[in-house]
């Protein structure tokens, strides 16, 4: 993951957005984990989600321990640069996010049940950054697919902002939630990274959350 002082924490217009290119960088085609095709048609009943929490590489790893879960794969959303590269992202001149898609079978594991990881596994409160992770792409959001997953999402983040707000915290919630839009799948050697790489850099963990245990339990 790329760190630094120097990024961008403002989003680019589209003015000034990097051009991309009309074909899908190249990525890997199967979960390195379960094995299982990382790009659609995927089984009957499946639904999908899509989270920005920071390095993507820890985020994705705690949705694909869940029960339930069919795939995860990591990439880019909400920017306007269609097609980008990792650094082109990093540049912070596309306006993506780096963000985990999450396939999952809802009679096993509920979208509310994703949005607890979600919030539980990160930070909310920091902007364009992510503990060390300074940039546009590692803000904190949540790209819905439809209605009830808008309501689902809204009625979340209320529930933690006002559970920071009686624990003391004065931290706001700076989590964007917005329409999911185009998802374009990053490079081979990012999916399921830290599988591939155990002793590789996180980004996510203890110190990174701010939620007390009032906050958990108001979920």
Request: with cysteine; proline share 5%.
């Amino acid at each position: 993951m790329l760190f630094g002082l120097g990024k961008k924490l403002t989003l680019p217009t589209m003015a000034d957005a990097l051009a991309g290119r009309t074909t899908a960088i190249p990525t890997a085609s199967h979960h390195f984990v379960n094995g299982k095709a990382l790009k659609p048609p995927f089984p009957d009943g499946m639904e999908t989600a899509l989270f920005g929490l920071g390095c993507f590489w820890g985020a994705e790893r705690k949705f694909w321990q869940q029960n339930g879960v069919y795939i995860t794969a990591v990439g880019y959303a909400a920017g306007l640069t269609p097609n980008p590269t990792y650094e082109e992202v990093c540049s912070g001149k596309t306006g993506h996010n780096e963000v985990v898609l999450v396939v999952f079978d809802p009679k096993v594991i509920s979208y509310a049940d994703l949005l607890k990881v979600f919030w539980e596994s990160h930070n909310p409160t920091q902007g364009m950054q992510q503990g060390n992770d300074r940039g546009t792409q590692y803000r904190s959001g949540i790209y819905v697919y439809n209605d009830a997953q808008r309501k689902l999402a809204e009625d979340s983040r209320e529930v933690y902002q006002d559970a920071l707000k009686a624990s003391g915290m004065k931290q706001g919630i700076t989590t964007e939630i917005r329409d999911a839009g185009d998802f374009y799948y990053a490079e081979g050697y990012h999916q399921q990274y830290l599988a591939k790489n155990p002793g590789g850099y996180c980004g996510l963990g203890g110190t990174n959350v701010c939620y007390p245990p009032e906050a958990i339990a108001a979920t």
